[in-house]
């Protein structure tokens, strides 16, 4: 039986999810829904120059246990663009209302954020103290992006090129940024990334750059969990630097390293990370 088709696997995906809408800037922030009303509220965060898609093979292992809520950030995706000028916390905050209204009255929710997402996720989890069972922090590099190497060498893509000359460079942005091994980047890989980078106008690399995620992680309402892959070339300065940053945040905190994988560990090892987050999960409940 032939493989379903990258568009395939995305529109399967976006007809199956409900849709809610909540303020963002001058119009809205979109929101995607997969599972049950009843079952547990799971919310994901993407990173930047990202959507909803960057948990595309993720949110089916989830779905059957978890009521799975993931927005497009402001700037990004189908989201409307925040107001100028933003920062780390007016994003929180446009987040943390979305939740309010996305989620029922006081319904509890675990945070799983990627990347961009987790410099966000600190202000959100204290702005949400109240019902915030957990906080999974998944590639951030929480003591600001690094400054040098390959994350640094990515190219820029005129909107007007041609998609045959325009690939080779979206591909060699993926490598050097995103995965370990080249061999990752698959059709569904390159068709979710030339998508979203033709809508993402938010400028994330600032925030990114700065330790505002180690801060605002001080003194968390929830169990925190860390996720990184072997090979993130994100990570300032280093993985021993920031796995000894997390004892002092959270004593005791889960801090996996996936071997043999990059910055978007949740798709170059999809079935690894999925098993280790839902357990995880558990261990919250």
Known sequence: MNEASPRAILDDLLARAQEIRT???????????????????????????????????????????????????????????????????SLSAILSDGLDAALPADAPFDLVSFSFGGVLSGPIAQA??????SLTIVGTPILGLTTTGPANELVSVPAELPPDEAAPLYRSNLQKLMVHYPDVIDGLAMTLHVENMAKTRLRSRGIARRTIAADALQNPPCRLNFIYGDGDVTLHPD???????????????????????????????????????????????
């Open 239 to 285: 993985m021993d630097t920031i796995r000894a940053r997390v004892e002092t945040i959270q004593p005791g905190a889960a801090f996996h390293v996936i071997p043999d994988t990059g910055h978007w560990v949740q798709f170059e090892a999809a079935a690894r990370f999925n098993a280790l987050l839902k357990q995880l999960l558990v261990q919250a409940g």
């Open 23 to 89: 303020p963002c800037g001058a119009g809205e922030m979109i929101w995607r829904v997969w599972g049950d009303m009843g079952s547990p509220a799971l919310v994901l965060l993407h990173g930047g120059f990202g959507a909803w898609n960057h948990w595309v093979r993720n949110i089916p292992a989830l779905e059957d246990r978890y009521r799975v809520i993931v927005p497009d950030l402001p700037g990004c995706g189908d989201s409307a663009d925040p107001h100028e000028p933003y920062d780390a916390a």
């Open 128 to 133: 949400q103290s109240g019902r915030i069972a």
